[in-house]
């Protein structure tokens, strides 16, 4: 059986496949080594209760995730995977930009993009994915993610700048104050995570012009630095994995529309194909 996984700063999808390729899938919070101990994986893996009846039957691990982009930070997540899954003979730890590329492309050449609580892209030339930007986190980059629109309207919320109506009911519904919004982004853990968690209020008002604006220009912000950098991105498809494209994906088809590149695939969940791309992987090899 192997086990696959996609994990985000927020949520990790997991799915076990046999060899029959019958699937089991489950959730575990997102592990991202910037963040996280090997300790916290083991011991959040050990409240899992489908891992905990499957776990000596599992014999590889592919696991994609925010923050896994060098060696140093991968071994982190490895060592608590590789201690719970003791019976695995092969624990693989990867970038989650790696992993949205296999699930969206199966092989195929084309720009991947991860627009979810944070974001990034690469171009994927068949077999490897290149990178021409460096993703720079939260604070200093995460153009259209989450993250980046939770930023923009704590801060117009908190300089006033928010329509008074959107303001209130921002206000009402999560019941904000400035001390609160402060300790939760300078003092508590995961606070790319508590900044994104504001966007399902502009889902909820995003035919309200100034979301509607919003959106569109952080977006556009987005595809100018992680689409337009590649020489050949109007000859690709670009796709696209996460929640924020997933949802606004209106919004980004008009935003291709200006920039002249044509939306691909969009996967709000890529664990799926993904775990189909190593159950036919592993099949070729059997």
Known sequence: MI??????????DWIAIDAKGNQQ???TMGFNPFFHTSELVISKLRENELFNTIKNTIEEVYFYGAGCSSADRNAIIQKGLATYFDKATKVIVDHDLTGAALATSQGEIG??????TGSNSCYFDGSKEHEEVPALGYILGDEGSGSFFGKIM???WLYKRMPIELAEAFQEKYDLSKEGIFEAVHKKENPNVYLASFMPFVSDHRDHPYFKKMMFDGLSRFAEIHVLC?????????NFVGSVAYYFQDVLE???????????????????PLAMYHYNQKQVTL
Request: with cysteine.
């Open 254 to 272: 008009e935003v291709g529309r200006k920039h002249n590149f044509t939306v691909g695939k969009i996967e709000k969940r890529p664990v799926e």
């Open 3 to 12: 086990l696959v996984a996609d994990s985000g700063s927020t949520k990790c």
């Open 111 to 116: 720009i991947t993009c991860i627009i979810g």
């Open 25 to 27: 899938h489950t959730y």
């Open 230 to 238: 590649y020489d050949n991105y109007t000859e690709v498809p670009v």
């Open 154 to 156: 704590l801060s117009e």
